[in-house]
């Protein structure tokens, strides 16, 4: 491989990048959907937007699914992150209305 | 609907939530597997794993496609940190061999 097939290969991986992230993108905003779903349920039975109980349990799910080659803990801390993003905006929703 | 109804419609709301992880957790291995494809050829031919104008592109794909509901600084934050994971990653693997 020449100094420029590689610039090539780079360029091609990173389109691929560029649409995988497009996904995710589009996953993450239909999670953040269902999490508003789940807001305005809570919100009119009153019920309590921290569940650690179910974030437990939402780590367990992509936990003990995770092949790889992503590790673990990895995965646990984007996980927080997202977790962490949509609660935020489920608390400052609750408290707009 | 009844405290009964709101319950399953919780549990149905979360049965989706769970799909839709694994497929995000899907998308970030096969991200991953990408970006240990570039750390392969940047390692033969000994260019940099940090590029910071490369990390401006991918913030600026995933904002420009962002149609919400989640907001930019959320996806920023999201992404930071999927970045940073598959940063360490990298630079772990070529600290290795």
Do not use: W
């Amino acid at each position: 491989m020449s100094r420029r097939q590689a610039l090539d290969a780079l360029a091609g991986c990173r389109r691929r990048i560029d649409a995988v992230d497009l996904e995710i993108l589009e996953l993450l905003n239909r999670r953040t959907r269902i999490v508003e779903e789940i807001g305005a349920i809570k919100q009119r039975f009153q019920m309590p937007v921290y569940e650690p109980r179910r974030e437990d349990e939402v780590y367990r799910n992509v936990l003990s699914h995770n092949g790889g080659p992503l590790p673990p803990e990895a995965v646990k801390r984007i996980y927080e992150r997202i977790i962490d993003e949509m609660r935020t905006l489920q608390k400052a929703k609750m408290e707009q209305s």
